[in-house]
């Protein structure tokens, strides 16, 4: 029997995670959006809407993320793509999706919800604290921390050991040292 789960988010983000979803494997139930559609598989959020299915929070906004993740009623899935590379040393949180050729090496540590897009390339012993987003072709550095809340644009470079504060916006192409 396939494993349910039910995805926060009907944006071109849930859409990449509800294909990630049906690669492992799994059934999307449905999609929850606060926002008025008249897409049919897509419905206001409702804690008794499949309480035994496992949730994704698939929004970019990383506040909204965390607002969402202290409030639902549902249990976090995890994905990992077939086509990233992830370390076994590494267990990432709760809630969090590392998508296509995604690389993510030894003894990092990945906190809950965090998005780890296509292309990103986190090195070895680097801290990603919960509610990050690292975007596409973006690198980490070993041994760089990101705090909580980060975004990290695409193909941004932080490097070895840096430090990128809780919350901070950092562009597209920056380099962070």
Known sequence: ?????VIYG???HARVVSALVRDHNHEVRCFFD?????DTDVMPYRGDAFPEAAMVIAIGNNTVRQRLADTVAHSFGTFVHA???VDASVSPGAGTVVLARAVVQANVQLGAHVIINAGAVVDHDAIIEDYAHIAPNAYIGGGAHIEKGVVIGAGAVVTRFARVKANTVVP???LVV
Do not use: C, I, R, Y
């Open 1 to 5: 029997m396939k494993k349910e789960v």
């Open 10 to 12: 009907a944006g071109g």
């Open 34 to 38: 606060d926002q008025e559609t008249t």
């Open 83 to 85: 086509d990233a590379s």
């Open 172 to 174: 597209p192409l920056t």
